[in-house]
């Protein structure tokens, strides 16, 4: 299986990229990830409505470009649907079996996703009502697919 991550922007602190490269590595005996960081584009002090639309509008095209015709795309957005760990590994172990075998995972920037990113998603999923940083985010869906992983091979893994 070859999982994406598309994300807006890259990250800066030491303590995420360790987290990152150690899901990374856990994650090569199950498939083959790739990190995609797009540049994040940055708002004036009094950014209004127009430019902020603008920037989602722009990052938005940046992922869109990224993605595969046939690719099954799951956007993380917070009016996603929510599930636990269990259904989020039958969800995964469901499209492999169904013969998706590229999916790409959407992390929008600060300012979220655009609709034409919502729109060109194949499934939205949601952690919390909560809005974590991106970074913090990346690391969080990282350790939920290799928890995935480790669930569909019925392999130990701490609860």
């Known amino acids: 299986m070859n999982i994406s991550i598309i994300c807006i922007g890259k990250l800066k602190e030491r303590y995420w990229q360790e987290a990152v490269s150690e899901y990374s590595k856990r994650l090569k005996n199950y498939c083959k990830l790739k990190i995609v960081e797009l540049k994040e584009t940055k708002l004036s002090l009094n ?3 127009a430019e902020t639309e603008a920037v989602r509008i722009s990052e938005g ?3 869109l470009s990224r993605l595969g ?4 795309v799951i ?3 917070i009016k996603g649907e929510r599930m636990d760990s269990e259904k989020f590994a039958k969800k995964i172990e469901r499209l492999g079996n169904d013969g998706k075998s590229d999916i790409s995972f959407v992390i929008g920037g600060s300012l979220g996703l655009s609709r034409e990113v919502s ?3 194949d499934y939205r999923l949601s952690f919390s009502d909560m809005t974590f940083p991106h970074q913090m985010m990346r690391v969080i869906l990282l350790e939920q697919i290799y928890r995935c992983f480790k669930i569909n091979k019925n392999e130990p893994y701490h609860k």
């Open 47 to 49: 950014a209004g409505t």
């Open 61 to 63: 095209k940046e992922i």
């Open 69 to 72: 015709e046939n690719t099954f």
């Open 75 to 77: 956007a993380l957005e």
């Open 119 to 121: 729109a060109r998603a």
